[in-house]
Structure formats: C-alpha cells, structure tokens
C-alpha cells in the first residue's frame, strides 16, 4: 500500500492568498485526520472525517479555514485568507476504525509570508 | 479527560546507551488504547506500537521494548544499545473507547538525541 499521500510537500505563498493541501487517505481507512503541529502547540486535530461526512470540526481555529471530503479516497483542506500565524507543518491521517491506529501522511510544510 | 504526559522534554545519550522515555496518561474510560510515535528529523509521523488497556504484557521489537503497568499509568519506552538513527521526537498517544472528545490526544513529545 501507497500509504497516506499528502501534496504538495512544501508550500511557500503570500498573506492573503488561498492554499489548498490535498489528501489520499489509505484505501479502506473509513476515517481521515487533519493535524497542525506547530513548535508552540504541538499536535492539534483539526477536523475528521468518517465515511467522508466531517464528524468534529471543533479544532478548526477560524473560518478562513474550511476541510472537505467529497469522496473515499481525497480530502482538501482550504485555508482563505491565509495569515502568517497559519505556518505550521499540516498533516493527514487515516485509519481503520476510530481507535484504530491513524497512519500519517509525509506532511504538508506551509509557510506564509 | 484523557491526557498524556511526557515530562521529559529533551534527552541526550551516547551511542549504545540505553535510554527510557517516560509516558504517563490519565483517563476515566476502562478501555483505552495507548501509542507511540516516532517523528525523525525528516518530519513524517512514523507509528511504533499500538497497545490496548487489556493487555498489560510487555513488548519487545528489536531494540525497542515497551512497558505498561495500569497501576502506575505510565507505558514506557525503552531502546537499548542506541544508535544515531534512533535520534528523533518521540510522541506518546492515548485514545479512549468511549471519548466524545479528541479521538487521539498526543504527549508533548521527547526529543531525543543520540551522540556518536
């Protein structure tokens, strides 16, 4: 198996423009994670999904930020505006069963500037 | 509420020596699951071990070994004769069954640095 994919790997934009990062999510893993790790927060659940209907979202820090998963195999997770504060290392997540272990995409670096 | 505790924040060892990283969680449910984590200088999250509050026998993968004990709450990880290649974050996890909380709250993490 492919893993969790994640793109892009980098991704260095200006404050003020829309990012989006993208997700493929082990095939058969009804449930898919996103995470922020920062140096000051750690690890943050963003939002997750299960059976591509979003279950909590209640760690999303803003409405400029917004996840989708419009089908089993691919999640999006859409910052607008971005700001600087929103640098940080994003990552996806998928697995089996909720308490099931969650395998971790590579990870998307977002820098704003 | 489930949280985990990882106190030590950094630790420094010579090549072949062993070293413990501590994890300490707390939780209210009866069935729970505990992880650990590995994140390696090159940033991904590698999964190490995934263990259910059941099954109190310890376990060991190589260098690795893991102990759990209910009675201390702690699911400690030890590597014996350390190599430069273990060098990196180590995060503990905790899920519990029957959370309506966070599916899976993660330690600080441990950063863990091996010296030739």
């Known amino acids: 198996d492919a893993g969790v994919i994640q793109s892009p790997r980098h991704e260095v934009t200006e404050m003020g423009q829309e990012v989006t990062l993208r997700c493929k999510p082990i095939s058969g893993h009804d449930y898919l994670f996103w995470y922020r790790q920062t140096m000051m927060r750690g690890l943050e659940l963003l939002i997750y999904?299960?059976?591509?209907?979003?279950?909590?979202d209640s760690g999303m820090p803003e409405d400029r930020f917004s996840a989708k998963m419009p089908n089993a195999s691919f999640s999006t997770l859409k910052i607008q505006p971005s700001e600087p504060r929103d640098s940080a290392v994003y990552f996806c997540?998928?697995?089996?069963?909720?308490?099931?272990?969650?395998?971790f995409g590579p990870g998307t670096r977002l820098l704003v500037l | 509420a489930q949280k985990v505790t990882q106190a030590q924040t950094e630790i420094s060892v010579v090549e072949k020596e062993d070293v413990t990283l501590d994890c300490v969680y707390e939780t209210r449910d009866t069935t729970y699951y505990l992880f650990w984590y590995k994140q390696p200088p090159s940033g991904e999250l590698v999964f190490l071990i995934r263990r259910n509050s059941f099954d109190e026998q310890n376990e060991i993968s190589g260098r690795y070994s893991w102990n759990f004990q209910k009675s201390t709450s702690s699911f400690n990880f030890t590597i014996t004769a350390s190599q430069v290649v273990d060098s990196a974050v180590y995060f503990c996890?905790?899920?519990?069954?029957?959370?309506?909380?966070?599916?899976?709250?993660f330690g600080k993490g441990t950063r863990l640095s091996v010296i030739a």
């Open positions: 999904f299960n059976n591509n209907v979003p279950i909590d």
């Open positions: 996890a905790l899920s519990e069954r029957n959370s309506g909380n966070t599916p899976l709250v």
């Open positions: 997540a998928s697995s089996f069963e909720l308490q099931e272990t969650q395998y």
